[in-house]
């Protein structure tokens, strides 16, 4: 666990230096200093837990350490990326491989407080019973476990969390979107590629905005598209990008390429609603066969029945005019659920992945449940 006393020390102090960014963000994200902090150190236990289960399991996260041992450095997307900045921790500053986990604990961290500031907003005027339903979700195993870690997760997380908070004022927060789609950018390219898609929508179809402003907005963005989405595709192995049958090849192969291990299903010959059914809130209860996966199945639980009374709001209630950029959220939401669902055939991966655009989808169901007090405020 402690390869020095050195390890030991660097790792105390990535834990204090986290501890005291923790509560300098927790201001600007509108949350009280001892709930960032109680959030960061509920994080951090999972960071632990983390390591104990990959030391008896096996985890990328590993893989990702013994590599950097090695002083591999290639700063490319993806896996690449993660490899190349654990091994400047571990080469540059001696780092040991909790003070690794620590550091990326950060960030998984403060992608959270920015869930849980989102969250805070959307419930501000809401009932007690919302803002407790709020803070359930936000400490719920899956959200800290997998981000607590070395690998890619703790960097898609905080890229959702700031997209998320980003998208609350995106006027005022132009920058921080721009920081998310560059974190989920240098690894997880589709997805990046899908904020961009959802970003040049939002801006085209923004009736508040005047036709300039619009036009030039949605050039950038379209701009921005046509760079991404094609580099995305190509990253994710589409061999012909102009041919829809290699598109097709794709799907199908992903549909097959991770079915192995005891979370496989065969999604191949599901409808489609029951692809986004089995994506997102399965396993269930009565599926679960360990203890990872009962904890997932309740976790799972919550979050239908949360979209049930959201689905139900939607539905029920009039519109109403937001301050936040919904349609953004709501394109990336639908785009990243139909696309992660056709292709993964993994619940272990799905219970994971699906945490890079959950929190959004949370937010805008969590939003539309009860009554606001004074909704022009929020």
């Not at 390591?51 to 700063?75: I, K």
């Not at 959270?112 to 195993?141: N, R």
Request: proline content about 2%; some cysteine.
């Amino acid at each position: 666990m402690f390869e020095s006393s050195w390890s030991i020390i660097s790792a105390f102090i990535v834990f204090l230096l986290g501890y005291i960014l923790i509560a300098r963000i927790s201001s600007y994200l509108g949350l009280k200093n001892k709930r960032a902090l109680l959030i960061y150190i509920w994080h951090t236990v999972f960071c632990f837990v983390y390591f104990f289960y990959a030391q008896a399991n096996g985890a990328d996260s590993l893989m990702y350490y013994n590599v950097a041992t090695t002083g591999r450095f290639d700063f490319s997307f993806g896996t690449s990326f993660v490899i190349s900045i654990t091994s400047l921790l571990v080469q540059g500053l001696g780092f040991g491989i909790v003070s690794c986990f620590l550091f990326f604990n950060i960030l998984g961290s403060i992608g959270l407080l920015a869930f849980d500031g989102s969250l805070k907003q959307a419930t501000k005027y809401k009932s007690k019973f919302l803002k407790k339903l709020a803070t359930l979700i936000i400490f719920l195993p899956s959200v800290s476990f997998w981000s607590s870690a070395i690998g890619k997760d703790a960097i898609s997380f905080l890229a959702m969390g700031l997209a998320l908070w980003a998208a609350l004022q995106l006027n005022k927060r132009v920058w921080l979107m721009v920081l998310a789609v560059f974190l989920m950018l240098i690894v997880r390219p589709h997805m990046a590629g899908m904020m961009i898609i959802a970003l040049a929508m939002s801006v085209m179809f923004d009736t508040k905005s005047s036709p300039l402003k619009r036009f030039s907005l949605g050039a950038v963005a379209i701009a921005g598209a046509a760079v991404m989405v094609p580099f995305a595709l190509e990253y994710a192995g589409v061999s012909d990008l102009s041919s829809s049958e290699s598109l097709i090849t794709y799907v199908e192969n992903r549909q097959s390429y991770n079915m192995d291990g005891g979370g496989g299903v065969d999604i191949a010959n599901m409808s489609l609603p029951m692809q986004l059914f089995t994506y997102m809130f399965r396993p269930i209860i009565f599926e679960a066969r360990s203890v990872t996966a009962l904890a997932a199945a309740v976790d799972n639980l919550i979050l239908l029945y949360l979209f049930v009374i959201g689905s139900y709001a939607l539905i029920k209630k009039k519109r109403k005019s937001f301050t936040e950029n919904r349609k953004f959220m709501w394109v990336y939401v639908i785009i990243a659920w139909i696309v992660l669902a056709m292709t993964t055939a993994n619940l272990g991966i799905a219970i994971r992945q699906k945490w890079m655009f959950a929190p959004i989808l949370i937010f805008l169901l969590i939003s539309l449940v009860g009554k606001n007090r004074n909704y022009s405020e929020y």
